[in-house]
């Protein structure tokens, strides 16, 4: 960029101040909207008639060359539509964020184009001073793109390098083409990352405009000792102007005779006004001072003029100077007057906002207990549909019970109906089983006393007799043996029985899901108990056949010669004949 050649100095420097919460009422964001409707006032036909009946120096005429911006949230700006958009971003920042009353919590910022780059507009602007009319000039920009790319990069430096929150704390505001002098206003916040979670932000003011124990000299005599608020504004003030230096803009590195002067609006207007009004009466007197010179040759008269004209302009000098100072004071006094104007607008504009706001409460107020109301009605519809479906579910629920206690009842009274009808099969098989060994027993019994018979017959009534009685307790033994047999059976029914009965109690009735596992058991039992009913049975009659054996065995042994030994020990004769 090429340097722009002017009789001007060029000052690169930035204007600075803070809104605590103590100072704005509790809640900065009144003064923040109000602060942003002045500076992006060409957003709002009303807001822009409202500024220009406040403050003289806006032309109406060039607002249309204003930029408002806003922060879009990836590192850059674009063009504002509503101040609405800068507070919204501003409200998402600040969300979640803790920060003490006294703390400063917003920073604004002022950069004026350099008189280097402007074009000066002479006698613009007409004021009245003490009664009399000043006029004085108004700077324009020489090059309208080039000053835009000015006062963007300016405000880009002091993000990087100022601001602790960075270029993401800049919210947005408005590059200004309609007043005395070009500049850009713009809001930042306070905020930086926090160092152990840099997803969340911390209020430290303090790392930028104050003493901060995170921020000392790294070298040089102060080395380890924290910055000076003071020191870190003067350093930003020069990195500024060295900056933009750097990159061609048309500026001084030197610093401004009132570098430690604050550039507040209202008092360099009216400082100029009283400069300009000075500068025309020193030209009025040097003209007629030159007049006078010119014709000292001429008259003597003329000299005396001279002489009474240059005491006139000393007097004038020295009303100048009271009117100075009369200025001065009468510039405290509208200040003064202004500011309190402006308490008591915003007062009124605030009682307002409260009127709104709790009327606007009121309405949501009674909207939400009818909502509510019908809310509570809907509920109440649907616990009285609730209770009918629940009753039918319990109805349903009963039914289904009732058909599932008969259902079982009836599959458990036909498995018990099967299980009896087998049960009986069994003893029946059992008990017949049981007849025809105890009618076997008693047959071989019959047929053992027969032979008993027969051999009484043979040898004698004696021996018959006995024979008789053999036979007798033999056929009262098998008879015994038999009603055994069939008792064991009968209890074994019984004991099937009383196992159905306690098996369905307690299993079938409380569980359906039993049916198989007691059909089984049921056939287990049933077979266990026959086929050990029929084992018993099994053994007793071989038992007694033993013993039926071992006493023909002891009872009819051979005699040494052939002979069988008869009953009382005598033997017989081979051929079957006594000796």
């Not at 979640?96 to 006294?102: E, F, L, Y």
């Not at 009468?330 to 409260?354: C, G, H, P, T």
Request: include cysteine; charge should be negative; glycine fraction near 4%.
């Amino acid at each position: 960029m090429s340097k722009t050649s002017t009789a001007q100095k060029g000052r690169a420097a930035f204007n600075l101040r803070h809104l605590r919460r103590d100072n704005c009422g509790g809640d900065t964001r009144g003064d923040r909207k109000r602060l942003l409707k002045e500076a992006m006032r060409e957003l709002d036909p009303q807001d822009l008639a409202h500024q220009a009946a406040m403050n003289s120096n806006i032309v109406v005429a060039d607002a249309h060359l204003n930029v408002p911006f806003v922060n879009d949230g990836n590192g850059t700006f674009r063009r504002a539509a509503s101040v609405e958009e800068v507070l919204a971003y501003q409200d998402a920042r600040m969300d979640g964020v803790r920060v003490q009353k006294n703390s400063f919590e917003t920073s604004l910022f002022v950069v004026h184009l350099p008189k280097s780059m402007c074009v000066e507009v002479p006698d613009f602007y007409t004021s009245t001073v003490d009664g009399r009319e000043v006029k004085r000039a108004r700077l324009v920009a020489r090059d309208y793109d080039e000053a835009k790319e000015y006062l963007e990069e300016s405000m880009r430096w002091l993000a990087e390098n100022f601001i602790p929150g960075g270029i993401d704390a800049v919210a947005g505001g408005d590059m200004n083409f309609d007043e005395s002098t070009p500049h850009i206003q713009f809001q930042a916040d306070t905020f930086s990352p926090k160092p152990d979670d840099p997803d969340k932000l911390r209020c430290r003011p303090g790392i930028a405009y104050n003493t901060d124990e995170s921020v000392r000299y790294i070298s040089g005599p102060k080395k380890g000792k924290q910055i000076s608020g003071n020191q870190k504004f003067i350093d930003a003030q020069r990195g500024l102007r060295e900056h933009m230096y750097a990159l061609g803009y048309p500026v001084e590195l030197d610093v401004s005779e009132r570098h430690n002067e604050s550039l507040n609006l209202d008092r360099y207007v009216e400082q100029q006004d009283r400069e300009r009004d000075l500068a025309n009466r020193e030209d009025e007197v040097e003209r007629k001072h030159s007049s006078v010179q010119r014709d000292v040759d001429a008259a003597a008269k003329d000299r005396k003029q001279a002489a009474e004209e240059l005491e006139r302009a000393q007097q004038a000098r020295e009303e100048a100077q009271r009117v100075q100072e009369n200025a001065e004071q009468q510039a405290r006094e509208v200040a003064e007057r202004v500011l309190k104007e402006a308490r008591e607008k915003a007062e009124q504009d605030a009682e307002k906002i409260r009127g709104d706001a709790q009327k606007d409460a009121e309405q949501e107020l009674g909207l939400a207990e009818a909502q509510a109301e019908e809310l509570l009605d809907r509920a109440k519809e649907v616990e009285s549909a609730a209770e009918a479906k629940l009753k039918r579910v319990e109805q349903e629920a009963e039914q289904l019970r009732s058909e599932a206690r008969e259902k079982a009842e009836q599959e458990a009274e036909q498995i018990r109906s099967e299980a009896r009808e087998k049960a009986e099969q069994e003893a029946e098989q059992i008990r017949s089983d049981a007849r025809k060994e105890a009618e076997q027993t008693l047959g071989l019994a019959e047929a053992q006393a027969d032979e008993l018979l027969d051999l009484a017959e043979e040898f004698g009534s004696e021996e018959h007799d006995e024979a008789t009685r053999d036979a007798a307790v033999t056929r009262e033994e098998a008879e015994q043996e038999a009603k055994i047999i069939i008792e064991e059976a009968t209890q074994s029914l019984q004991e099937i029985s009383h196992v159905d009965q306690d098996f369905l109690r307690v299993e079938i009735d409380s569980n359906p899901e039993m049916k198989q596992r007691y059909r089984e058991i049921v056939i287990d039992r049933t077979q266990e108990e026959s086929a050990a009913v029929l084992r018993r049975a099994l053994e007793r009659i071989a038992k007694r056949r033993q013993q039926e054996q071992q006493r023909d065995h002891d009872g009819d042994k051979e005699s040494p010669d052939g002979g069988k030994e008869s009953p009382d020990g005598d033997k017989e004769s081979p051929d079957g004949g006594k000796p």
